[in-house]
């Protein structure tokens, strides 16, 4: 399974931009990078995904280096309501859906 | 999109004894997963539930531990067996929707004390 490394934990104040980095080193060329956040006591949720090209939606951005060995998710102005753990998660093209969770980046927001 | 419900919300449940979770999604799926989550942990794919045949097991887990159903393309059942305090966990449902952008939608999840 290809594998994502993520900090443990980061810290962000209210209404500044977070930048939360996630390395994949041994991507494969068809394995899609995936943002879920799980609120706390919650089921996880999409956040965000991408392939080559940077992404923009309504929750985040996500910006993919050059070689894909690694992204960033990018929130424009954290709030309360981030306060969450984020996982950057390889989707397996090969595995349909089938998503491999890793240990995920708790966020915290300051106000 | 896709709502998806499961029951029991939490239990607790003496050692020894069974439960099942039922998940429930308001939309037909291709996809339905069973995820668990242990304390303080991120989440781990327990099976793949096919419709009308086996559930797809990873490593670790086992059909006689896990039993699991999915009668149509909107229920499923997983079932916790002869269970133990390491069963203690959060069990999650999760639906995807093949051909799709790998987006998945999770349950609100079923926290399970055993002791």
């Known amino acids: 399974d290809a594998k994502t490394t993520q900090p443990n934990s980061m810290e962000s104040n209210e209404e500044e931009p977070v930048h939360l980095p996630c390395n994949h080193s041994?991507?494969?060329?068809?394995?899609?990078i995936h943002w879920y956040r799980q609120l706390p006591s919650q089921g996880p949720e999409y956040v965000i995904h991408?392939?080559?090209s940077n992404v923009n939606n309504r929750m985040a951005s996500l910006a993919i280096a050059e070689d894909r060995k690694s992204s960033t998710l990018i929130l424009h102005r954290a709030t309360l309501r981030d306060a969450a753990v984020y996982y950057c998660?390889?989707?397996?093209?090969?595995?349909?859906?089938?998503?491999?969770f890793g240990g995920g980046t708790r966020l915290m927001v300051k106000p | 999109s896709a709502v998806i419900s499961q029951k029991p919300s939490r239990d607790i449940c003496q050692r020894g004894t069974s439960l099942t979770i039922q998940c429930q999604v308001d939309?037909?799926?291709?996809?339905m997963f069973w995820y668990r989550q242990q304390p303080g942990q991120s989440l781990t794919l327990i099976a793949t539930?096919?419709?009308?045949?086996?559930?797809?097991?990873e490593s670790g887990f086992v059909i006689d531990k896990f039993p699991i159903s999915r009668p149509n393309l909107t229920f499923s059942t997983l079932t916790v067996s002869n269970m133990s305090p390491e069963d203690s966990s959060i069990y999650l449902c999760?639906?995807?929707?093949?051909?799709?952008?790998?987006?998945?939608?999770f349950g609100p999840g079923t926290r399970l004390t055993v002791t």
């Open positions: 991408g392939l080559t």
């Open positions: 998660i390889l989707a397996e093209s090969r595995a349909g859906n089938m998503l491999t």
């Open positions: 539930a096919n419709q009308g045949s086996e559930a797809t097991y």
């Open positions: 939309s037909q799926v291709t996809m």
């Open positions: 999760s639906v995807g929707f093949w051909g799709a952008s790998y987006e998945q939608y």
């Open positions: 041994t991507i494969s060329g068809t394995d899609y």
